[in-house]
């Protein structure tokens, strides 16, 4: 069973910043293609960011410039630490990990940015 948890959840203002973790095993992190995912009420499942084993990064057009995902791998951690909050980032996000052929999902934590 691959464990992805998550940490970080929040209520923060508009403006303000948040950093999620996502704490993993050293085999996922070494070898799979790391990312946030997010999903709002009443919307899909979308991407917010990837990061791969070189340290190749991607992100969503809607948060680039505004979040940054990185990895610990000393600490087999995934962070994604979110700047300028804005009250359309509100969902539950979720850490996700592709290797090979096989996704894994963590259980997700809310992130609810409100004034």
């Known amino acids: 069973q691959v464990q992805l948890v998550e940490s970080g959840v929040g209520l923060v203002q508009p403006g303000g910043s948040l950093r999620l973790s996502c704490a993993t095993t050293g085999r996922i992190i070494n070898n799979a293609v790391m990312g946030w995912y997010r999903q709002a009420p009443g919307k899909q499942r979308e991407l917010v960011a990837t990061?791969?084993?070189?340290?190749?990064?991607n992100y969503a057009e809607s948060v680039k410039g505004r979040f940054t995902i990185s990895e610990d791998r000393a600490e087999n951690t995934v962070y994604l630490k979110m700047d300028n909050l804005k009250p359309e980032d509100t969902a539950v996000y979720y850490c996700h990990a592709k290797w090979g052929v096989m996704n894994y999902w963590g259980e997700g934590t809310l992130v609810s940015v409100s004034s």
């Open positions: 990061i791969t084993v070189d340290d190749s990064t």
